[in-house]
Protein backbone atom coordinates (compact mmCIF):
# COMPACT_ATOMS: atom_id res chain seq x y z
CA UNK A 1 0.00 0.00 0.00
CA UNK A 2 1.28 2.92 -0.92
CA UNK A 3 1.73 5.08 -1.02
CA UNK A 4 0.06 12.32 1.42
CA UNK A 5 -10.54 29.33 3.10
CA UNK A 6 -10.36 32.26 1.25
CA UNK A 7 -13.04 34.57 1.08
CA UNK A 8 -14.06 36.84 -1.88
CA UNK A 9 -14.44 40.00 -0.76
CA UNK A 10 -16.54 42.96 -3.21
CA UNK A 11 -17.30 46.60 -3.00
CA UNK A 12 -20.36 47.41 -0.86
CA UNK A 13 -21.28 49.04 -4.30
CA UNK A 14 -21.46 46.78 -6.44
CA UNK A 15 -23.47 48.62 -9.47
CA UNK A 16 -19.63 49.94 -9.77
CA UNK A 17 -18.13 46.10 -11.24
CA UNK A 18 -19.85 45.06 -13.90
CA UNK A 19 -19.87 40.79 -14.36
CA UNK A 20 -16.54 40.35 -15.71
CA UNK A 21 -14.80 42.21 -12.69
CA UNK A 22 -16.68 40.23 -10.19
CA UNK A 23 -15.61 36.93 -12.29
CA UNK A 24 -12.46 38.12 -12.89
CA UNK A 25 -11.83 39.12 -9.02
CA UNK A 26 -12.87 35.00 -8.28
CA UNK A 27 -10.88 33.74 -10.39
CA UNK A 28 -7.99 35.20 -9.51
CA UNK A 29 -8.78 34.64 -5.55
CA UNK A 30 -9.64 31.12 -6.15
CA UNK A 31 -6.11 30.99 -8.07
CA UNK A 32 -4.36 33.07 -5.18
CA UNK A 33 -5.90 30.44 -2.60
CA UNK A 34 -4.51 27.46 -4.74
CA UNK A 35 -1.18 29.42 -4.93
CA UNK A 36 -1.35 29.58 -0.93
CA UNK A 37 -2.72 26.24 -0.35
CA UNK A 38 0.25 24.46 -2.39
CA UNK A 39 2.94 26.56 -0.54
CA UNK A 40 1.15 25.21 3.27
CA UNK A 41 0.94 21.68 1.37
CA UNK A 42 3.13 20.73 -0.61
CA UNK A 43 3.22 17.35 -2.05
CA UNK A 44 6.48 16.49 -0.75
CA UNK A 45 6.03 17.43 2.90
CA UNK A 46 2.53 15.65 2.76
CA UNK A 47 4.32 12.45 1.57
CA UNK A 48 7.18 12.97 3.70
CA UNK A 49 4.65 13.67 7.32
CA UNK A 50 2.82 10.20 5.99
CA UNK A 51 6.12 8.32 5.99
CA UNK A 52 7.07 9.56 8.84
CA UNK A 53 3.86 8.84 10.93
CA UNK A 54 3.31 5.70 9.58
CA UNK A 55 6.83 4.40 10.35
CA UNK A 56 6.54 5.44 13.82
CA UNK A 57 3.05 3.87 14.22
CA UNK A 58 1.62 7.37 15.30
CA UNK A 59 -1.93 6.92 14.63
CA UNK A 60 -3.12 10.14 15.97
CA UNK A 61 -0.48 12.08 13.93
CA UNK A 62 -1.92 10.31 11.09
CA UNK A 63 -5.44 10.90 12.05
CA UNK A 64 -4.57 14.38 12.65
CA UNK A 65 -3.30 15.06 9.18
CA UNK A 66 -5.63 13.65 7.85
CA UNK A 67 -8.05 15.88 9.36
CA UNK A 68 -5.97 19.08 8.01
CA UNK A 69 -5.69 18.15 4.82
CA UNK A 70 -9.74 17.64 4.98
CA UNK A 71 -10.55 20.95 6.35
CA UNK A 72 -8.29 22.93 3.66
CA UNK A 73 -10.50 21.28 1.00
CA UNK A 74 -12.68 24.37 1.26
CA UNK A 75 -10.00 26.31 0.01
CA UNK A 76 -8.87 24.17 -3.22
CA UNK A 77 -10.26 24.86 -6.41
CA UNK A 78 -13.62 22.25 -6.85
CA UNK A 79 -12.84 19.08 -8.70
CA UNK A 80 -9.37 20.29 -9.39
CA UNK A 81 -6.62 17.23 -9.91
CA UNK A 82 -5.40 19.00 -6.22
CA UNK A 83 -8.62 18.57 -4.70
CA UNK A 84 -8.37 14.52 -5.96
CA UNK A 85 -4.54 14.94 -4.20
CA UNK A 86 -5.80 16.20 -1.01
CA UNK A 87 -8.56 13.24 -0.96
CA UNK A 88 -6.20 10.83 -1.94
CA UNK A 89 -4.02 11.46 0.76
CA UNK A 90 -6.64 12.37 3.41
CA UNK A 91 -7.89 8.53 2.78
CA UNK A 92 -4.06 6.81 2.91
CA UNK A 93 -3.89 8.89 6.29
CA UNK A 94 -7.65 6.82 7.25
CA UNK A 95 -5.89 3.84 6.20
CA UNK A 96 -2.82 3.44 7.66
CA UNK A 97 -5.05 4.30 11.18
CA UNK A 98 -7.05 1.74 10.31
CA UNK A 99 -10.15 3.63 9.83
CA UNK A 100 -10.92 2.15 6.95
CA UNK A 101 -14.89 2.78 6.08
CA UNK A 102 -13.39 6.55 5.85
CA UNK A 103 -10.51 5.98 3.92
CA UNK A 104 -13.05 4.32 1.14
CA UNK A 105 -14.99 7.39 1.18
CA UNK A 106 -11.59 9.57 0.30
CA UNK A 107 -10.35 7.56 -1.43
CA UNK A 108 -13.57 7.06 -3.84
CA UNK A 109 -13.48 10.80 -4.32
CA UNK A 110 -10.28 11.05 -5.26
CA UNK A 111 -11.22 8.52 -8.59
CA UNK A 112 -14.13 9.79 -9.49
CA UNK A 113 -12.62 13.31 -9.80
CA UNK A 114 -9.62 12.41 -11.44
CA UNK A 115 -12.19 10.18 -13.76
CA UNK A 116 -14.10 13.23 -14.62
CA UNK A 117 -11.10 15.09 -15.74
CA UNK A 118 -10.08 12.10 -17.59
CA UNK A 119 -6.72 11.72 -15.33
CA UNK A 120 -5.55 8.36 -15.38
CA UNK A 121 -2.11 8.80 -13.78
CA UNK A 122 -0.22 7.03 -11.20
CA UNK A 123 -1.92 8.23 -8.25
CA UNK A 124 -5.23 7.04 -9.15
CA UNK A 125 -4.19 3.83 -10.29
CA UNK A 126 -2.92 3.68 -6.74
CA UNK A 127 -6.22 5.16 -5.40
CA UNK A 128 -7.85 1.56 -7.15
CA UNK A 129 -5.24 -0.38 -5.11
CA UNK A 130 -5.65 1.21 -1.77
CA UNK A 131 -9.36 0.81 -2.27
CA UNK A 132 -8.85 -3.20 -2.95
CA UNK A 133 -6.59 -2.92 0.15
CA UNK A 134 -9.18 -1.11 2.57
CA UNK A 135 -11.56 -3.41 1.45
CA UNK A 136 -9.60 -6.56 2.23
CA UNK A 137 -9.27 -5.08 5.75
CA UNK A 138 -13.00 -5.33 6.13
CA UNK A 139 -13.23 -8.71 4.50
CA UNK A 140 -15.07 -7.69 1.31
CA UNK A 141 -13.79 -9.88 -0.49
CA UNK A 142 -15.63 -9.79 -3.67
CA UNK A 143 -15.08 -5.99 -3.63
CA UNK A 144 -11.32 -6.66 -3.18
CA UNK A 145 -11.69 -9.23 -6.77
CA UNK A 146 -13.24 -6.12 -8.59
CA UNK A 147 -11.40 -3.54 -7.66
CA UNK A 148 -8.28 -5.18 -7.94
CA UNK A 149 -9.23 -6.48 -11.70
CA UNK A 150 -9.13 -3.07 -12.36
CA UNK A 151 -6.11 -2.11 -11.01
CA UNK A 152 -4.76 -4.99 -13.24
CA UNK A 153 -6.89 -3.37 -16.24
CA UNK A 154 -5.22 0.06 -16.15
CA UNK A 155 -1.72 -0.45 -14.28
CA UNK A 156 -0.41 -3.32 -16.55
CA UNK A 157 -0.10 -1.28 -19.53
CA UNK A 158 1.82 1.23 -16.59
CA UNK A 159 3.75 -0.86 -14.70
CA UNK A 160 4.13 -3.85 -16.89
CA UNK A 161 3.02 -7.42 -16.93
CA UNK A 162 5.86 -8.48 -15.41
CA UNK A 163 6.35 -6.10 -12.28
CA UNK A 164 6.36 -5.98 -8.64
CA UNK A 165 2.72 -3.70 -8.95
CA UNK A 166 0.93 -6.80 -11.07
CA UNK A 167 2.99 -9.39 -9.05
CA UNK A 168 1.78 -8.27 -5.83
CA UNK A 169 -2.18 -7.72 -6.75
CA UNK A 170 -2.27 -11.45 -7.77
CA UNK A 171 -0.99 -12.40 -4.61
CA UNK A 172 -4.67 -10.21 -3.09
CA UNK A 173 -6.48 -12.00 -5.53
CA UNK A 174 -5.08 -15.41 -4.61
CA UNK A 175 -6.28 -14.75 -0.66
CA UNK A 176 -9.64 -12.56 -2.24
CA UNK A 177 -10.46 -16.03 -3.97
CA UNK A 178 -9.39 -18.40 -1.61
CA UNK A 179 -11.82 -16.78 0.57
CA UNK A 180 -14.74 -16.62 -1.60
CA UNK A 181 -14.30 -20.62 -2.16
CA UNK A 182 -13.65 -19.83 -5.77
CA UNK A 183 -10.74 -22.41 -6.59
CA UNK A 184 -10.85 -22.32 -10.08
CA UNK A 185 -9.66 -18.71 -9.87
CA UNK A 186 -7.38 -19.37 -7.41
CA UNK A 187 -6.22 -21.64 -9.50
CA UNK A 188 -5.80 -19.37 -12.41
CA UNK A 189 -4.64 -16.08 -10.31
CA UNK A 190 -1.86 -18.41 -8.95
CA UNK A 191 -0.26 -19.84 -12.08
CA UNK A 192 -0.31 -16.28 -13.44
CA UNK A 193 1.65 -15.12 -10.25
CA UNK A 194 4.41 -17.72 -10.76
CA UNK A 195 4.49 -17.10 -14.58
CA UNK A 196 5.51 -13.25 -13.50
CA UNK A 197 8.10 -14.79 -11.20
CA UNK A 198 9.70 -17.32 -13.69
CA UNK A 199 10.37 -14.26 -15.98
CA UNK A 200 11.29 -12.00 -13.37
CA UNK A 201 12.59 -13.13 -9.96
CA UNK A 202 12.67 -9.52 -8.16
CA UNK A 203 9.21 -8.95 -8.87
CA UNK A 204 8.51 -10.27 -5.01
CA UNK A 205 11.28 -10.30 -2.68
CA UNK A 206 11.18 -10.93 1.37
CA UNK A 207 7.81 -10.44 3.05
CA UNK A 208 5.61 -9.85 -0.69
CA UNK A 209 7.20 -13.31 -1.99
CA UNK A 210 6.65 -15.01 1.43
CA UNK A 211 3.00 -13.53 1.47
CA UNK A 212 2.62 -15.26 -2.54
CA UNK A 213 4.07 -18.87 -0.98
CA UNK A 214 1.89 -18.32 2.02
CA UNK A 215 -1.08 -17.96 0.06
CA UNK A 216 -0.95 -20.19 -2.39
CA UNK A 217 -0.22 -22.99 0.32
CA UNK A 218 -3.34 -22.18 2.41
CA UNK A 219 -5.54 -22.36 -1.10
CA UNK A 220 -4.31 -26.03 -2.13
CA UNK A 221 -4.78 -26.72 1.61
CA UNK A 222 -8.04 -25.57 1.62
CA UNK A 223 -8.66 -27.55 -1.76
CA UNK A 224 -7.32 -30.98 0.48
CA UNK A 225 -3.70 -31.01 -1.82
CA UNK A 226 -1.84 -31.56 1.22
CA UNK A 227 1.41 -32.48 -0.71
CA UNK A 228 1.34 -28.80 -2.89
CA UNK A 229 0.38 -26.90 0.58
CA UNK A 230 3.65 -28.33 1.75
CA UNK A 231 5.89 -27.27 -1.08
CA UNK A 232 4.76 -24.07 -1.09
CA UNK A 233 4.47 -23.32 2.55
CA UNK A 234 7.84 -24.31 2.71
CA UNK A 235 8.97 -21.72 0.30
CA UNK A 236 7.51 -19.44 2.41
CA UNK A 237 9.00 -20.46 5.80
CA UNK A 238 12.34 -20.29 4.03
CA UNK A 239 11.86 -17.03 2.30
CA UNK A 240 11.70 -15.42 5.96
CA UNK A 241 14.42 -17.53 7.53
CA UNK A 242 16.54 -16.18 4.67
CA UNK A 243 15.34 -12.43 5.17
Do not use: H, W
Not at 39 to 61: C, H, W
Not at 70 to 87: H, N, T
Not at 140 to 150: A, K, P, R, T
Amino acid sequence: IITISGVICLSSNISELNSDTIADQEQNKQISNQSNLNKSFPRERIIYAIQTLASRKDTTGLLNLGDSLQKSLASVIPDSSRMAEFYYYTGICNILAAKYNVALLNLKQSVEIKRQLKMIDDQFTKAIYNIGSAYSYLGDDINVINYMLEYLRIATPIYGENSPEIAETFTALISASIECNDYEKFIEYTFKALGILSNNNKALEGYALSNLYSSIGAGYARMGDYAKARIYLEKAESVIKTN
